[in-house]
């Protein structure tokens, strides 16, 4: 076993980064590890219930300075709906001198990051060791490095799909790939770390892992999923209400529809997805923010539609703790963006999986697993992005009838991925051998 070390976190200001990297933190503690945690100010009570290791692990509140297009206040993510987050970039930036100065005061042996390109030449100033750790999927990793790849303009030895981007899948990639400077910075970051690190496993991205390596020049190591405990061994129990209301329908009957805390529904679309999930005649539950131009998720509902499915329809604005409705017997098919927590989540429970990608990481991850591994499916549709109602209640019913086919070719291969990744000493593996390539990252910084 490798000595203790003391780790720096100061991950992209987003939940969906913040709070993968605190599972990882909570890793780290429990091998006895220490871990000063960079975050913003208002994201402290956020995240504090998740950290299981407070003695081991310090939240170190920052507060971002005052740049264009960052509205009073806003120090997250999801506090800039419905515009670029470049205003986040730019603020963390221009926060070197603080986190210099804890460098120089705490002197850590290593620090985490992913976006913010200058760490690895602070890291090297201080003689520390600087970790680029992605919690986004190997297959967006890989367009960073190769932005034109799914395009039809592969370098040598990327590892192409067999089914090619088309239609609206291919306008996001173009405009994700088209993104030069957020590609520059981040490919900065992961050519002048240290050690690259993904949050995903060879199972499920094993051959543009290797793609990876050969681009980075540099051995990268996997965590796995990095999820926290499942919720039977987690102590943690479902709200009540939740678990009543999901207790008066018939096991696996429920859908349940989330997208995440930094995705926004125009209001046309909004209202077409509350009719498809009317249409299905099915019992739904959806977490949602409000839609663009929306004070409130309520505003925006379809004229009459809260009545009409009064008795076996909610729409929840706002967070839902996922993986524990997930793990409800109620439920029977999840409806997400595929945000690579989403993913994770869907993967590991026992739900039927349909996905509305919306951002190029999503397209990507949804047509790995829609496409090659046939575990899910996935709602179509136009070049423009829009869905009918009918396509979203026609790709439900596919995998919710008994008698489909698609339905239960994506049940079984679901099953058999998931059989492999819940293996007893899999993904905690995964975490233990990264740990344990740390430790040795660090000794050998030490004796050298």
Not at 12 to 28: D, S
Not at 360 to 374: G, H, K, N, S
Not at 404 to 424: A, C, D, F, M
Not at 437 to 445: D, W
Request: charged share 25%; glycine share 6%.
């Amino acid at each position: 076993m490798g000595s203790k070390f003391h780790a720096f976190m100061y991950p992209w200001f987003g939940f969906g980064h913040m709070i993968p990297y605190l599972h990882l933190a909570n890793k780290l503690a429990e091998k006895g590890h220490r871990v000063t945690f960079f975050l913003p100010k208002k994201a402290h009570k956020q995240l504090q219930p998740l950290n299981l290791f407070p003695d081991s692990i310090v939240f170190e509140p920052l507060t971002l300075p005052p740049v264009d297009g960052l509205p009073f206040g806003a120090e997250t993510a999801s506090d800039l709906p419905n515009s670029t987050k470049k205003p986040i970039f730019v603020a963390m930036d221009l926060l070197r001198d603080q986190i210099e100065a804890k460098v120089r005061a705490l002197k850590p042996d290593l620090i985490f990051f992913d976006f913010v390109h200058w760490v690895p030449e602070m890291a090297k100033e201080f003689g520390i060791k600087s970790v680029n750790y992605q919690i986004i999927s190997a297959a967006c990793v890989a367009m960073v490095l190769a932005p034109r790849a799914e395009l039809g303009f592969p370098p040598p030895d990327y590892p192409l799909s067999k089914v090619a981007l088309r239609g609206h899948e291919a306008n996001v990639c173009s405009l994700f790939a088209n993104s030069h400077e957020l590609f520059g910075l981040i490919t900065k970051g992961l050519k002048n770390c240290d050690v690259v690190s993904i949050r995903t496993c060879v199972e499920l991205e094993g051959k543009l892992c290797g793609f990876i390596e050969k681009e980075c020049q540099k051995k990268l190591l996997l965590t796995g999923p990095m999820l926290p405990e499942p919720q039977n061994k987690s102590g943690k129990f479902l709200e009540d209400r939740w678990n009543h209301w999901l207790n008066g329908f018939e096991p696996g009957s429920v859908v349940f529809c989330a997208f995440g805390t930094q995705f926004f529904f125009e209001k046309d679309q909004f209202q077409e997805f509350c009719l498809g999930m009317e249409l299905m005649g099915l019992p739904f539950l959806i977490s949602v923010m409000p839609p663009k131009g929306s004070p409130t998720v309520q505003e925006a509902l379809p004229k009459g539609f809260e009545e009409r499915v009064k008795k076996h329809g909610i729409v929840w604005e706002g967070w839902l703790e996922q993986p524990l409705i997930l793990s409800h017997p109620s439920v029977g098919c999840f409806v997400n963006h595929c945000g690579f927590g989403s993913m994770w989540e869907s993967l590991v429970s026992d739900c039927q999986i349909v996905f509305i990608p919306q951002l190029a990481d999503q397209v990507l991850i949804t047509r790995l697993l829609t496409e090659e591994l046939e575990v899910s499916v996935k709602v179509q549709r136009e070049d423009s992005g829009w869905f009918s109602k009918e396509d979203l209640r026609d790709t439900v019913k596919s995998v919710m009838d008994i008698d489909s086919e698609i339905g239960n070719l994506v049940k079984r291969n679901h099953k058999k991925l998931k059989e492999t990744l819940v293996s007893p000493g899999l993904l905690s593996g995964y975490a233990d051998k990264f740990v344990e390539a740390l430790e040795i990252e660090v000794n050998n910084t030490k004796f050298s």
